[in-house]
Each structure stands twice: as structure tokens, then as C-alpha cells.
């Protein structure tokens, strides 16, 4: 199949920290960029971080210096890193790769993992 699961959400105090995991499977991992989005109840869906599969990453202007995001090709997995978290964190996290299959490409997402952090 071809999917992407998330793991390691939940509750987190502000300044704390936790690390997100998405696992593909059914694609040539190590030749997809990975990306991570987050979505707040009425706003819109916000890049955070991406990794190319060179390793190259990008952060959104909101994260930098506090999240990390990193993979593991032998794993199929991504990853990301949060610290120092705020209650503007809170938010439902995607990981996301755009795929190619015939006919074109296609946003794969995964299932969305709940990110809580108390003030």
C-alpha cells in the first residue's frame, strides 16, 4: 500500500519537547522530499519544515531555530524534532510527499497526529 503513517503526538507543556515519526511505505522513499504541514482549527494548512532527498531542509519562519526535521532512508521515515514549544503550536501535524503515479502527481498525506501544548 502506498501511505504514510504518523506517530508521537500528544500533550506537551509550553517550553517542552516531543518528536513526530511518519513511516511511508509503497514508494521509493530516499527520492522524495518529506514534508511536515500543521492545520489549527480556523486557519489555514501551514508549511513547517521540509527535507529534500538530498537532506536538504527548510523551515517555516514560525519554527526556525526551535523545530528539526531529519529522515532515515533505511527506515522510510521522517521525522520531527519540536523543543521549546508554545500554545501557537497546537495543531493537528501532516506529513506529506508529493508522489508520482501514472496519470501524475499526487499529494500523499498522512493521517494527521494532535499536538497540544498547555500554557
Known amino acids: 500500500q502506498v501511505q504514510l503513517v504518523e506517530s508521537g503526538g500528544g500533550l506537551v507543556q509550553t517550553g517542552g519537547s516531543l518528536r513526530l515519526s511518519c513511516v511511508a511505505s509503497?514508494?521509493?522513499?530516499?527520492?522524495?522530499?518529506m514534508r511536515w504541514y500543521r492545520q489549527a482549527p480556523g486557519k489555514q494548512r501551514e508549511l513547517v519544515a521540509q527535507?529534500?532527498?538530498?537532506?536538504?531542509?527548510n523551515y517555516g519562519d514560525s519554527v526556525k531555530g526551535r523545530f528539526t526535521i531529519s529522515r532515515d532512508n533505511a527506515k522510510n521515515t521522517v521525522y520531527l524534532q519540536m523543543s521549546s514549544l508554545k500554545p501557537e503550536d497546537t495543531a493537528v501535524y501532516y506529513c506529506?510527499?508529493?508522489?508520482?503515479?501514472?496519470?501524475?502527481?499526487?499529494?500523499?498525506w498522512g493521517q494527521g497526529t494532535q499536538i497540544t501544548v498547555s500554557s
Open positions: 506529506n510527499t508529493l508522489h508520482l503515479r501514472p496519470g501524475g502527481f499526487v499529494n500523499l
Open positions: 509503497g514508494i521509493i522513499f530516499s527520492d522524495h522530499t
Open positions: 527535507v529534500t532527498s538530498g537532506g536538504g531542509t
